[in-house]
């Protein structure tokens, strides 16, 4: 089961967009594909069609018995959803200081997912928290970290490489990579920023999404950017972003064509 976190040290980058729309786009390679919000802003689930009314989730469930794979809100287009919930502040404090505990409580809540090698898990992970990343590393395959193509980001560049080294560090080893998001052709700022995160990251920059209205559209539709637009730049971006990912899973063969999974050294 490949696992692919979705981090960054700053909120408001585009974290739950990537996590969701990577989502829609994995299930459309043939994938099933579950995403996991660890974000108590509890947003995934608005992607998905799932009501605001609904609350329910993992993180109110008590940490050591929980398994979280039970509940999993299956959606259209062969997605599954884990919705963060809405914990009150003991059950919330108790979650968070499980997991600083025990960091591989995260294996254990996806035992039975884990056995799946026809699965594919996205975790959207909650902005600037080192708990619940060195939680998700020891689960990840790779993470990835939006940014924006503007200089607040770009000050940020030195704290998500030490970020990288860390990652590296891991006894997991995922591998990590940057996606820039909200490119703007018309700014020039944005095109002085893309042009050096480009050099500088080289072939950890895993790709570009542009700023596009269908991403605000989908999310108000609760669907995905490519089937509220066709057309829409941005969900293009996302697909290319999502066959570069099942390349480097070994999930697609550079010709296109599926084959199963490796199965996950966890499982
Ligand atoms: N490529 C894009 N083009 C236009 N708007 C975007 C794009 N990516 C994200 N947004 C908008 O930016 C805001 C923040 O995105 P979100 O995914 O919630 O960020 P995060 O999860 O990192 O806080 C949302 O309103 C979203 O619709
Ligand atoms: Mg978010």
Aim: charged fraction near 20%; charge should be negative; hydrophobic fraction near 45%.
């Amino acid at each position: 089961m490949p696992f692919i976190s979705i981090y960054s040290p700053k909120g408001g980058v585009g974290k739950t967009t990537l996590a969701a729309n990577l989502g829609y786009s994995l299930s459309s390679l043939g994938l099933k594909t579950v995403v996991v919000d660890f974000d108590p802003q509890n947003a995934l689930r608005l992607h998905f069609g799932i009501s605001l009314a609904d609350q329910s989730g993992f993180a109110a469930s008590a940490p050591e018995s929980a398994i979280w794979s039970k509940q999993l809100v299956p959606t259209r287009n062969n997605v599954f959803v884990l919705p963060y919930g809405a914990p009150n502040l003991k059950q919330r404090l108790a979650f968070e200081s499980h997991l600083a505990r025990e960091p591989l409580s995260v294996v254990r809540g996806f035992q039975a997912l884990l056995s799946q090698p026809d699965v594919i898990v996205i975790a959207d992970l909650p902005a600037g928290q080192p708990t619940i990343l060195q939680a998700a590393l020891s689960v990840s395959d790779v993470v990835l970290t939006p940014l924006l193509a503007d200089t607040a980001s770009l000050s940020l560049l030195p704290m998500v490489e030490t970020l990288f080294d860390d990652i590296a560090a891991h006894e997991r080893q995922p591998e990590s990579f940057v996606v820039l998001n909200q490119a703007d052709y018309r700014r020039k700022i944005s095109k002085d920023v893309e042009g050096f995160m480009t050099q500088r990251l080289n072939d950890r920059l895993l790709g570009i999404i542009h700023r596009d209205e269908s991403v605000a559209e989908a999310n108000a539709a609760q669907h995905s950017i490519m089937e509220t637009n066709h057309a829409s730049v941005a969900g293009f971006d996302i697909e290319v972003i999502s066959k570069k990912l099942a390349e480097k899973l070994g999930l697609v063969t550079t010709d296109g064509s599926m084959f199963s999974p490796p199965a996950s050294h966890l499982a």
